[in-house]
């Protein structure tokens, strides 16, 4: 119960001191049915777990909702519980399938980076929708969900029929930040680190449990129970086999297709890790409408620091966008 919950209970107790009714029962039933922990279980509780298969690896995903198929695609460090707020804000109106990429939480953990490489995470992909027995798919990405998102799309564009970003800017737009030396560059250190054989000894499911629920004594076990299930190892190859080296010229961020469904990208403003200057000349890239939402106070995790704008906005634009 927190403090505003508490206050109005002793409101109420003062107000009824002499009498509980059925309906003061009620009420502080409401606020224990109401609390963020039976929020929290609510939704674990809701979904289908379902596997595909991509050439003898086994990818978990949570299902919920009925209805076009959006597969929503988690980045580092996360897993499906990350779309929570959107899953259950369209479900009503979609089937809301979202991934645990490999290496994460249930789905499988092969060694080596050659398993990582980002053709390999398209096919992922491709494989969640084959198994909801779809030839086309709503992608949603963050992080490197996003980066994978882009990449599906265009190298997928016959299953991608709309394409929703958070906070990963076009690959190529990010590549040549990069490749100008200045502050994308500098800000990007954390990643050449990670590409350190080695990198992963440094990460403990603790530590990246304790920095994703920001100290939330409800989401903190949430998140420690699937990084003890993640490899760290596995987290790391992301960014050995696709991360961009110097001079940034070519690799999997540069030499992508055009995009040609809709995009929906939104980025939050406080994010230190992607600068909002990758985000220029991304028009470049497109054939069709680009939707960009800027949101102020956000930081990496725009669908977590501000879950309403994020879900009410892919509801209007995919109305906006249906078929």
């Given amino acids: 119960m927190n403090a505003a919950m508490y206050s109005n209970a002793n409101k109420i107790k003062r ?9 003061t029962v009620l009420f502080f039933i409401a606020l224990i049915i109401l609390s963020p922990l039976a929020a929290a279980q609510d939704i674990r509780n809701e979904v289908e777990h379902v596997f595909a ?14 209805g076009p198929l959006i597969v929503f695609i988690h980045g580092f460090p996360d897993f499906w519980y990350s779309w929570r707020h959107q899953m259950q804000g369209l479900s009503s109106d979609f089937t809301v399938a979202a991934m645990d990429t490999r290496g994460y939480n249930l789905s499988d953990q092969p060694s080596g980076v050659e398993n990582y ?32 998102a882009w990449s599906f799309a265009a190298w997928r564009p016959e299953m991608t029929s709309h394409l929703v970003i958070m906070n990963l800017p076009h690959l190529k737009g990010f590549a040549r930040e990069l490749a100008k030396m200045e502050e994308q560059h500098k800000n990007s250190t954390y990643a050449r680190n990670f590409q350190r054989p080695n990198s992963h000894e440094s990460i403990t499911a603790q530590g990246l449990a304790m920095a994703l629920s920001r100290g939330d004594e409800v989401l903190q076990p949430i998140y420690l129970e699937a990084f003890e299930r993640s490899s760290a190892d596995a987290m790391m ?7 961009p080296r110097e001079p940034y010229t070519s690799g999997a961020f540069v030499d992508l297709p055009r995009i040609q469904m809709p995009v929906l990208q939104f980025h939050g403003m406080n994010d230190t890790a992607l600068l909002p200057d990758s985000l220029n000349d991304t028009w470049d890239e497109l054939d069709q409408d680009w939707t960009l939402v800027t949101v102020p106070n956000a ?25």
Avoid: C
């Fill in 299 to 323: 930081g990496h995790w725009p669908h977590h620091d501000k879950p309403d704008v994020v879900t009410n906005m892919m509801r209007a634009w995919l109305r906006l966008h249906a078929e």
């Fill in 237 to 243: 190859n992301y960014y050995r086999a696709n991360f």
């Fill in 117 to 148: 490489d980002m053709q390999i995470l398209i096919e992922d992909v491709a494989s969640v929708v084959r198994n909801e027995g779809q030839e086309s798919a709503i992608i949603v990405g963050h992080d490197w969900g996003g980066g994978i």
């Fill in 53 to 66: 298969e991509n050439d003898g690896t086994k990818i978990h995903y949570a299902k919920m909702g009925s």
């Fill in 15 to 23: 107000t009824n001191s002499r009498r509980v009714t059925g309906a």
